[in-house]
Structures are given as structure tokens and as C-alpha cells.
């Protein structure tokens, strides 16, 4: 079992029971929003990553951390799941599962996810171009459009919708053209 496959069966129990809350309380996208704002500051640090990884570091102190992170920022609910995350052992799945949440979440709205892969970021007018060409594309009326950098891909980009992958990038090419060459 791959570990990435491992991850998603321990974050989907975690993530089904974020959504049954949410949808009790209906506190679906406040939640949503919430969980994104997490995810968003866990993106962009990885000091904050790598201190709650490290399971060296004291479970207090990961959640004072947290406490002074996120207290007053996200829903009450959702500060004490972080808290049981870290007092379970399970923060190191959070990424996991919030994304997990949101796929849900997302797919209870009826909005389809499409992870945009590029080099550069897009800006406004491209982005919104682009929704619109997998609206066409999946036929969904509402598309949430999650955007990463990623380097490796020299130029070009990667759309992934669900289990559809769109290769346009300059490495995709180049591996084509690779896998061709010895084929031959």
C-alpha cells in the first residue's frame, strides 16, 4: 500500500466526521473557509510544518502553538479538532485531511475541483479563461480552480480533474517524446 493511499484511508474517517459536524451545525462553508485559511498558512510555512511533524516536540506546545495560531481566526469546533489531531498523534495527516474535507464539501455544492500546476501563476484574465475552457470540458456549472508553482515543469502547465490529468507542460513533452525515442 503506498503511503499516499495510507494517508487518505487515515484522513477520510477525520474529514467525513468535519463534514457530518459542519452540515449538523450548517457551517459548510464556514467551515470550508476556515480549514482553506489553515491550509493556506501550513502552504506557506514550513517551519510550522516541520515543527508539528517533528515528533519530537511536546504535544503541549504543539497545541499552544496552535492555540496562538488559529484560536480566535477559525470555528471553535474546528480549533478542537486540531487539538485532538495533535493529542491523537494525527496532526502530521491535517493536510490530508482538510483537502479530503474539502473534495466533500466541494462536491456536495456540486463545484468541480481542477489543480492547476504552472511555472508562473496566472493571472486574473488567464485563470478565468481557463475555468471557463473546464466548464466546457466537464460540463460543470461551478469550478474551483486550486492553484500551485511548481518549477520542475520548466514551462507549461498540469490540470488535474479528479482522475483526469492534462498535460501541457514542456517536461510532459519531453518524457513523451523520451518514452518514443526508446520505444523505437
Known amino acids: ?54 515528533p519530537l516536540n511536546n504535544s503541549f506546545v504543539k497545541k499552544e502553538v496552535l492555540k496562538k495560531l488559529f484560536e480566535n481566526q477559525v470555528q471553535s469546533f474546528i480549533m478542537k479538532f486540531l487539538l485532538v489531531l495533535v493529542e491523537r498523534r494525527r496532526i502530521s495527516f491535517l493536510k490530508t485531511i482538510i ?7 466541494y462536491s456536495l455544492e456540486s463545484i468541480t475541483i481542477a489543480e492547476l500546476s504552472s511555472v508562473v501563476d496566472l493571472d486574473e484574465n488567464q485563470q478565468l479563461s481557463l475555468t471557463n475552457k473546464i466548464k466546457v470540458l466537464t460540463g460543470s ?44
Open 141 to 184: 456549472s461551478q469550478i474551483k480552480l486550486l492553484t500551485k508553482n511548481d518549477p520542475s515543469l520548466i514551462a507549461g502547465f498540469i490540470i488535474k480533474i479528479g482522475s483526469k490529468v492534462i498535460d501541457a507542460s514542456l517536461n510532459g513533452k519531453l518524457k513523451k517524446m523520451s518514452l518514443y525515442l526508446e520505444s523505437s
Open 1 to 54: 500500500m503506498s503511503n499516499q493511499n495510507f494517508e487518505e484511508k487515515v484522513a477520510m474517517p477525520y474529514a467525513e466526521a468535519l463534514v457530518a459536524n459542519a452540515k449538523s451545525l450548517n457551517l459548510l462553508s464556514e467551515y470550508k473557509e476556515d480549514l482553506s485559511s489553515v491550509l493556506s498558512i501550513l502552504s506557506q510555512s514550513k517551519d510550522l510544518q516541520s515543527f508539528l511533524l517533528n
Open 99 to 105: 483537502e479530503k474535507y474539502l473534495e466533500i464539501a
